[in-house]
């Protein structure tokens, strides 16, 4: 068989919807729920902690919540998922790890998930509520999480938050990536803030110095300080180093180099090697957590982009993750069809999605600068060269 359409019905609330590599989801309104106002309010019955999966001889009734630090508990933890989902992360090498807000239910702050990968796509093993963002929630969390699974995890792959950063090394002992996406985007945030933007807006060139900046992510750590101090220079001998000066400054302290450990970020620090994708560009990894990004999107719309009430949450928490796990069910029979497609003869063409044209180029920089092409006398003029060249790669693919 080697029809590889992607297509799930469900049905929920005596409703029918089709997801088709996403979510759509046709619901009734709610009706009235409590409200909770205290994390010791918070009344975990059996009823709440089960959850009904589908299996081969139909739905079966399994354990949700994993964990739940108690009512006296002031940073009350509670943690989502399946001994299935849960034995799924620990076999992961490498995890992605985000929090979102927008539906977090009152009273805790974000809801926090570890991702597992299979067969090149993600998957929540764990969802977890916590009542803020501190080093020592995180460490109680992944302390947590180690009771439950025996991770054989070597990586971690997170935004640049330096507090989960840092409970992921230090608890887990794993080797702790940043994500490209979210290092542009805090880049972007800050040309925001200086009114940078508006400074360069009418000149392509100043455009381009902007996402050279950008482009430093590609090259290896060491290399990264001196690259800057050239960009530097570049800027001051086009004329336009007061446009970027602001910006600059923050690069060089936060990003190019903090005052902290070289390989450990800091508050609000975080020195090239966390952020540097130029290994992962050569092994042809993804460099960003996109995918974390387009599922909390699913999620977020999946529950209306709001903060509901604490038990309609859970609910719908709980549909949610039974339809991720048809999705993977499904994603698994497509995976065992194609290697049979392919047993048999079968050559499916390669992909030219933006995203997969890329990391093709990105990857060929990165190989021609470790293959030394872009030695030059000066160095900076090979330097210079090679960023604008995956400046103009970011800026043809974006």
Request: hydrophobic residues 40%; glycine residues 6%.
């Amino acid at each position: 068989m080697c029809d590889l359409e992607i297509v799930d019905n469900y049905t929920t609330k005596g409703k029918t919807a089709v997801v088709l590599e996403g979510y759509t989801y046709i619901k009734d309104e709610f009706g009235p729920a409590p409200r909770i106002e205290s994390l010791e309010d918070i009344d975990m019955t059996l009823e709440r902690t089960r959850i009904a999966i589908r299996g081969p001889a139909g739905d079966l009734e399994v354990n949700f919540l994993l964990h739940d630090s108690g009512a006296s508990d002031p940073n009350r933890i509670l943690i989502f998922g399946t001994t299935s989902s849960v034995a799924s992360l620990s076999r992961s090498r490498k995890i992605h790890a985000d929090g979102t807000f927008k539906v977090t239910p009152t009273p805790f702050k974000q809801l926090y998930v570890l991702h597992f990968e299979d067969n090149e796509k993600l998957y929540p093993g764990a969802f977890i509520l916590l009542s803020g963002k501190t080093k020592s929630l995180y460490d109680h969390m992944l302390q947590v999480m180690q009771s439950l699974c025996d991770f054989q995890t070597t990586k971690v792959v997170t935004d640049f938050e330096f507090q989960s950063m840092q409970a992921f090394g230090d608890i887990m002992g794993v080797e702790v990536e940043g994500c490209f996406f979210h290092f542009a985007q805090a880049v972007m945030r800050a040309a925001k803030r200086f009114n940078t933007f508006t400074k360069i807006a009418r000149s392509p060139l100043k455009k381009q110095h902007y996402v050279m900046l950008r482009a430093l992510a590609f090259l290896p750590p060491g290399d990264i300080p001196a690259a800057f101090d050239a960009v530097v220079e570049m800027m001051r001998r086009y004329g336009h180093h007061a446009d970027f000066a602001q910006l600059l400054k923050y690069m060089e302290t936060t990003w190019v180099v903090p005052m902290c450990n070289p390989t450990r970020p800091a508050l609000g620090k975080f020195p090239p090697a966390i952020w540097s994708m130029h290994t992962r560009t050569l092994l042809g990894e993804d460099l960003t957590n996109n995918k974390v990004e387009g599922w909390h999107l699913k999620i977020n719309n999946f529950m209306d982009n709001c903060h509901l009430t604490f038990y309609v949450f859970l609910d719908e928490l709980k549909k949610f993750f039974r339809v991720e796990e048809d999705r993977r069910r499904e994603q698994q029979r497509l995976a065992i069809d194609r290697a049979a497609c392919i047993a048999d003869g079968k050559v499916f063409p390669p992909s030219h999605n933006i995203y997969n044209l890329r990391s093709a180029v990105l990857q060929i920089l990165c190989q021609s600068y470790q293959n030394q092409l872009y030695v030059t006398n000066p160095p900076n003029v090979g330097t210079i060269w090679f960023l604008s060249e995956v400046a103009a790669t970011l800026l043809q693919y974006q």
